[in-house]
């Protein structure tokens, strides 16, 4: 939660410093693992609603 | 000064860095989350009025006892694609189109987190309703079983194979849809952004996204099973070869009736925008408005078999199901009486999104009143499968999804387009559409008292007086869409009032921070978040 905000002109001129860009980039790394959690999730629920293809 | 800094950068931002001058490159191959959620709105759009067009041929035909224009088959036909056409083609694109432009403008973000697979999500949308309205033009037909599918009578006819393949690509772009929201609220959020200072719209589809991921598989598994049921010989639901057809509807509504939630809570987190705006008031409530939306979502996973006490529950199941069902009345009673007590006492004014969110609060209720008559378990035998099962979901997805859609509309599209919509026109649109509405479905619960079954396309002549004044209601409330399509091309394409950056004197949130038009790349730079700029005030943590 350090991300630079901008507060001033000398802020927005030098936008996306390399700092800003490696938080975001960071941002954006842990945002793909969270899909990949979330996807797997999902193709779990997929296979246990036809699991019971198994018992028949 | 923080606002004004984000502005000015924005500014500079949308010079160097607008969109893509190339109709194709921009509109095909977008990853601009606002591209891609005006792309949804506009597919989702096309969707209602051809849903719409199906509603139509349904009133014509039940505007006079006997068959007059269509037959049987064909009337089936036309009530199975409107529902699924109304479901999954106009209501679900059209709050994923919301997501899509408003959630990273909300949580000042710069885009979705996932661009690419955003732009995916989309374009197998209107792939997947040609494969399903193409069935209509095949030797034999289209689907005409019914929007929930239920074995046997679906697998009669081939259409059901294109019909399972159009239901898997949709749950696949609503499942990376969900995904892409999930991962972006989670980790896009700027600075200072609390999840207990997110707007109450970002708190109801982070919640919604989460039931998405949890029940779009299960229908994927459902109709899987279907189709090896028609195809390779398995009998999941066929009695004949040891199978049980009840298995499906257990299935079917374990994923059926989160999916009336999904369309439901993302309206509850518009109308919890709106209303504040204009009552210029923060929202009465905002952490019970919060866990009001996680509690219902949380109860939609234990009330499926409601829809399914004609088949021959044990009675313990069915008064299980029954106070279950009727719990979900103690979550949602909370979110009524915060949204009345916003208003109470509030410097009210009644713009075109107010009116349609107050028409939502009022018609919704009248919607949850009759679904409580229906949770009973021992009077459901005399509503199940009548007119007033109609009547009831109508008031809760019409009144209720449309109407927050239609408002969001409204409220938003100054910040869209950059210009106002004419209120004179929108507040015809509202007076035309809320009194047709009622004139369309209330109606509809005396057929359903009396006995009139649902699906039919004949019907006996004791019910003709309120048929007759159901299609009258019909007509007009489809014609008035068309003023709402009409106002729609005039703002975005004709409308010489600009809108201002903050475009309600009300409206608060980092959305109103920056200008309107929202330029084509926004919060590159994340903005400073003020507790006075966010809609429900300060929270005490």
Redesign the interface.
């Given at each position: 939660?350090?991300?630079p905000?901008?507060?001033?002109?000398i802020?927005?001129v030098n936008?996306?410093t390399h700092q800003?860009e490696a938080e975001?980039q960071a941002?954006?790394k842990?945002?793909?693992r969270?899909?990949w959690i979330?996807?797997g999730?999902?193709?779990a629920?997929?296979l246990?609603?036809?699991l019971?293809?198994l018992n028949? | 000064m923080a606002h004004a800094a984000h502005d000015q950068h924005d500014h500079h931002d949308h010079e160097h860095h607008g969109p893509p001058r190339n109709f194709i490159e921009r509109w095909v191959f977008s990853t601009n989350h606002k591209d891609i959620g005006t792309l949804y709105l506009v597919f989702a759009l096309t969707m209602f009025f051809i849903g719409g067009s199906f509603a139509m041929v349904i009133r014509a035909e039940l505007f006079k006892p006997g068959l007059q224009l269509v037959q049987p088959y064909f009337f089936n036909e036309m009530t199975t694609l409107h529902a699924l056409v109304m479901i999954f083609g106009a209501i679900m694109p059209a709050f994923v189109g919301l997501a899509n432009w408003m959630i990273p403008l909300m949580v000042g973000a710069p885009d979705m987190a996932l661009p690419r697979m955003n732009n995916l999500s989309f374009w197998l949308m209107p792939f997947a309703f040609c494969v399903l309205l193409s069935t209509l033009f095949m030797p034999g037909g289209g689907p005409a079983g019914g929007w929930t599918m239920y074995p046997p009578l679906s697998l009669q006819g081939e259409s059901i194979a294109y019909t399972i393949f159009a239901i898997h690509l949709m749950g696949i772009s609503s499942i990376m849809g969900a995904i892409n929201i999930i991962a972006t609220i989670l980790n896009m959020r700027a600075p200072g952004m609390d999840l207990l200072k997110m707007p109450v719209f970002v708190w109801s589809w982070l919640i919604t996204a989460f039931l998405l991921i949890a029940v779009m598989p299960v229908l994927a598994g459902a109709v899987t099973m279907l189709l090896t049921d028609k195809y390779f010989g398995t009998n999941f639901f066929n009695a004949a070869g040891g199978g049980d057809p009840i298995l499906y509807q257990h299935i079917f509504w374990f994923f059926g009736h989160p999916e009336v939630y999904i369309m439901i809570l993302p309206a509850f987190g518009i109308v919890s925008e709106i209303i504040p705006t204009f009552a210029r008031k923060p929202i009465f409530g905002y952490k019970a408005m919060v866990f009001a939306i996680a509690s219902i979502a949380f109860l939609s996973f234990i009330v499926w078999a409601h829809h399914m006490f004609a088949v021959g529950l044990p009675m313990g199941a069915e008064i299980f199901f029954m106070y279950a069902t009727m719990l979900i009345a103690v979550p949602t009673g909370v979110k009524v009486f915060n949204w009345v007590t916003t208003m109470w006492g509030g410097s009210l004014t009644f713009e075109t999104p107010m009116l349609f969110s107050i028409a939502f609060v009022i018609l919704f209720t009248i919607g949850g009143f009759s679904g409580l008559m229906l949770a009973l378990a021992p009077a459901d035998f005399q509503y199940h499968d009548t007119y007033f099962v109609v009547a009831h979901f109508h008031y809760v997805l019409v009144t209720g999804a449309a109407f927050a859609i239609i408002a969001a509309a409204y409220y938003w599209i100054p910040k869209w387009s950059g210009n106002m919509y004419n209120e004179t026109w929108g507040k015809i649109h509202f007076w035309s559409s809320v009194i047709s509405v009622n004139v369309l479905f209330f109606p509809q619960h005396f057929l359903g008292l009396a006995g009139m079954p649902r699906r039919i396309p004949d019907y006996n002549v004791a019910f003709a007086n309120f048929n007759m004044i159901s299609s009258i209601g019909g007509f007009w409330f489809g014609a008035s869409q068309l003023i709402f399509l009409g106002v729609i091309i005039h703002t975005v394409f004709f409308a010489k009032k600009k809108s201002p950056d903050r475009s309600w004197e009300g409206a608060k949130g980092l959305e109103w921070t920056v200008p309107s038009p929202a330029p084509h790349h926004t919060f590159a730079v994340p903005p400073v978040i003020n507790d006075d700029e966010l809609a429900h005030g300060h929270v005490d943590h």
């Open positions: 939660m350090n991300w905000t901008a507060t001033s002109t802020d927005l936008a996306h800003q975001f941002r954006r842990r945002a793909r969270t899909a979330v996807g999730i999902a193709i629920i997929f246990l609603s036809i019971q293809m028949v | -």
